[in-house]
């Protein structure tokens, strides 16, 4: 089955710097790669995802990148705010191939300080 | 609209005891997973629904695990004789179609803490 690994498990910045997150998959069938946040006792939710077919995607201050080659893919934040600290995870899956399920890393807990 | 739901939102039980939790999804998402958040760890896939069945229920951790779903739309996931490595947080996430590239949306999740 399919294996992610994220890193770092912990991110701590200072305001307005950037932060990197990355993640390796293990499955060279997957095509669909989400990143979720979760904020201190919340639900996580979808802040951004790519699919396998575009290398990188942007929203604002986040943009994921994609290397299919090298079987990884990452989260870019700029311009942190103190409002981005979270648990963020991302997940791979191989999307509509059949009945296909997410696999999430171990998530980073990112923190940013004013 | 209403997201999704799941109760109760706090479930404190002895070792050895059964517990149900449940899961509302949004109306009209036909899939529906079960997850396992263990303090300071990832998001542990458990169960899948795609309608009624379960075509992937392959991160259930024993047979003292078992879940269901009726009609479409309300599921339940069952431990039982539990014991107090099922302490986590239990998470129910709903999706529009099949597939998993669609998005999830999560439920606030059940934590069971077990004595």
């Known amino acids: 089955g399919e294996n992610v690994e994220q890193h770092p498990s912990t991110l701590s910045v200072q305001e307005g710097d950037s932060a990197v997150i990355k993640c390796t998959y293990s499955?060279?069938?997957?095509?669909?790669f989400p990143w979720y946040k979760q904020e201190l006792g919340k639900r996580p939710q979808l802040i951004i995802d790519i699919r396998s077919n575009v290398g990188e995607k942007k929203d604002q201050r986040i943009a994921v990148t994609l290397n299919k080659t090298a079987k990884h893919f990452s989260l870019h934040i700029t311009e942190t705010q103190p409002e981005d600290s979270a648990v963020y995870f991302c997940?791979?899956?191989?999307?509509?191939?059949?009945?296909?399920?997410?696999?999430f890393g171990k998530g980073t807990m990112l923190l940013v300080s004013p | 609209g209403a997201g999704v739901s799941q109760s109760p939102s706090n479930k404190v039980t002895e070792k050895g005891k059964d517990v149900e939790l449940r899961c509302d999804p949004i109306?009209?998402?036909?899939?529906l997973y079960w997850y396992r958040q263990s303090l300071g760890q990832g998001l542990e896939f458990l169960i899948y629904f795609q309608g009624n069945s379960a075509p992937d229920k392959s991160g259930l951790p024993s047979d003292r695990f078992s879940a269901e779903r009726t009609g479409g739309s309300v599921s339940t996931l069952t431990i039982q004789r539990t014991q107090q490595e099922d302490s986590a947080v239990y998470l129910c996430?709903?999706?529009?179609?099949?597939?998993?590239?669609?998005?999830?949306?999560f439920g606030p999740g059940t934590r069971l803490t077990v004595l």
């Open positions: 499955d060279s069938a997957s095509n669909y």
């Open positions: 997940a791979a899956s191989r999307g509509n191939s059949g009945y296909s399920t997410l696999t």
């Open positions: 109306s009209g998402h036909t899939a």
């Open positions: 996430a709903s999706s529009q179609d099949q597939g998993a590239s669609n998005e999830q949306f």
